[in-house]
């Protein structure tokens, strides 16, 4: 099903919403009576983002568990195995300290436990990252601010600013760059890389 109908659709997608250069919702005024998949188009992708972005925040708690001296789910821990019994023998990954000690899942549907206030930072954390990621020109901002807290930034600023015309008629980009390659560790390595580097970059200019 997959081979004959899944794929065939999913690559007729890609190349109907590149061919017509629209988003999920107008690219079908072709063909008003399935204005409803781009709709859904949209709907599941903003229910994935959710998803995603909660499994994106279990894992930043992970990662500031794994600095601590020793990792929490190392050992049995009688916090998360309420002191009962630290053995348990059986293969369901319900005895495990994330339903317990991370995700405080309740008993029963009836009895709710409160916010857990560190997965909810967690996850604050995880949807400023994605937002910072789809604004424009983030990483330009970001240098920027790194450049201009450095020693000298100003001088390098002015330079940047004031014109020196007669540096153009100077071509030294390929006496430079192979003077300073030279200085690395396995200069060979890194003058091929750089090399093959300007080259790909003029083939995709």
């Not at 919403?17 to 781009?38: D, E, R, S």
């Not at 995603?52 to 794994?66: A, E, P």
């Not at 004031?162 to 071509?171: G, H, N, S, T």
Request: one cysteine or more; hydrophobic letters at 50%; charged letters at 15%.
């Amino acid at each position: 099903m997959l081979t004959l109908a899944g794929k065939p659709m999913y690559f007729m997608e890609l190349a109907f919403g590149q061919f017509g250069g629209t988003g999920p919702l107008t690219i079908w005024n072709c063909a008003p009576v399935a204005k409803g998949i781009g709709a859904a188009m949209i709907a599941v992708s903003l229910v994935v983002c959710i998803y995603y972005n909660v499994v994106m925040s279990y894992t930043l708690y992970f990662i500031g568990h794994s600095f601590t001296s020793e990792l929490p789910w190392q050992r049995c821990d009688p916090e998360w195995a309420n002191g009962t019994n630290c053995t348990v023998r059986s293969k369901n990954t319900e005895f495990l300290p994330v339903r317990r000690k991370v995700l405080d899942i309740s008993p029963g549907i009836d009895q709710l436990n409160g916010i857990k206030w560190d997965l909810a930072l967690c996850l604050a954390i995880s949807w400023i990252i994605v937002i910072l990621c789809l604004l424009k020109d983030v990483i330009l901002i970001s240098l920027l601010i790194a450049g201009i807290t450095q020693e000298g930034a100003w001088d390098g600023i002015k330079f940047f600013i004031v014109p020196q015309w007669d540096k153009l008629l100077e071509i030294k980009a390929f006496v430079t760059y192979p003077e300073a390659l030279t200085r690395l560790p396995f200069p060979q390595v890194w003058s091929v890389l750089f090399f093959f580097m300007l080259f790909t970059l003029g083939l995709d200019s």
